[in-house]
C-alpha cells in the first residue's frame, strides 16, 4: 500500500480524515456571520429601547451594562466561526448602526422619540454609546488573530 500515498500501517481515525482546515465550509460560515450580525443588529436596537428605564424616580442604566456583555460576547463568538479577520468588527458595525439609527431616524407622527434631546435619558444614551463602543473595541481587539509569522503567548 505504500504506492497508494499512505504509510504501510497508518490508521485512519474513526468517522473518516481529520479536517486540516481551521475554518466552517462556507455555507455554514455565511450563515453564522449572517446570524451574529442580525443578532448584533437586534441588540443595538433593544439596547436603545431599554434607554428610558426608570425604578422609581432613578435611571436604571442596564441597557449599558448589556451593551458591554454583547459587544464582548458577539465578536468571541465571530471569532470561534474562523473567518476572514474583518469579519470580527461587524458585530459592532451592526451594533452601532442599530443603536444610532434606531435612536436618530425613527419617531412617531405624535412626535413621540426614542432619545429625548436633554436630561438623563440623552446621558444614558451617551453612555451606550461611549462604553458600548469602547467594549467593542475591546471585543475586536482581543480576539482578533496575531499577524503572520507572531504567536500569541500562553496569557493572551
Same mark, same amino acid.
Given at each position: 500500500?505504500?504506492?497508494?500515498?499512505?504509510?504501510?500501517?497508518? &490508521?485512519?481515525?474513526?468517522?473518516? /480524515?481529520?479536517?486540516?482546515?481551521?475554518? +466552517? !465550509?462556507?455555507?455554514?460560515?455565511? #450563515? @453564522? *456571520? =449572517?446570524?451574529?450580525?442580525?443578532?448584533?443588529?437586534?441588540?443595538?436596537?433593544?439596547?436603545?429601547?431599554?434607554?428610558?428605564?426608570?425604578?422609581?424616580?432613578?435611571?436604571?442604566?442596564?441597557?449599558?451594562?448589556?451593551?458591554?456583555?454583547?459587544?464582548?460576547?458577539?465578536?468571541? &463568538?465571530?471569532?470561534?466561526?474562523? /473567518?476572514?479577520?474583518?469579519?470580527?468588527? +461587524? !458585530?459592532?458595525?451592526?451594533?452601532? #448602526? @442599530? *443603536? =444610532?439609527?434606531?435612536?436618530?431616524?425613527?419617531?412617531?407622527?405624535?412626535?413621540?422619540?426614542?432619545?429625548?434631546?436633554?436630561?438623563?435619558?440623552?446621558?444614558?444614551?451617551?453612555?451606550?454609546?461611549?462604553?458600548?463602543?469602547?467594549?467593542?473595541?475591546?471585543?475586536?481587539?482581543?480576539?482578533?488573530?496575531?499577524?503572520?509569522?507572531?504567536?500569541?503567548?500562553?496569557?493572551?
Amino acid at each position: 500500500m505504500t504506492g497508494m500515498g499512505r504509510e504501510q500501517g497508518a &490508521l485512519e481515525p474513526i468517522g473518516g /480524515p481529520v479536517r486540516t482546515e481551521e475554518s +466552517l !465550509p462556507s455555507a455554514l460560515l455565511v #450563515l @453564522g *456571520v =449572517v446570524i451574529i450580525s442580525v443578532c448584533a443588529l437586534i441588540g443595538g436596537i433593544f439596547e436603545t429601547l431599554l434607554v428610558p428605564i426608570y425604578i422609581g424616580s432613578a435611571v436604571a442604566p442596564i441597557t449599558v451594562a448589556i451593551a458591554v456583555i454583547g459587544n464582548l460576547v458577539l465578536p468571541r &463568538l465571530m471569532a470561534n466561526l474562523r /473567518p476572514p479577520a474583518w469579519t470580527i468588527a +461587524l !458585530p459592532a458595525l451592526w451594533w452601532l #448602526l @442599530g *443603536v =444610532v439609527s434606531f435612536a436618530v431616524f425613527f419617531s412617531r407622527p405624535e412626535g413621540d422619540i426614542v432619545i429625548p434631546g436633554a436630561g438623563t435619558d440623552l446621558y444614558v444614551w451617551l453612555a451606550l454609546l461611549v462604553v458600548g463602543g469602547g467594549a467593542a473595541a475591546v471585543g475586536i481587539s482581543r480576539n482578533l488573530p496575531p499577524p503572520p509569522g507572531r504567536v500569541r503567548g500562553p496569557g493572551r
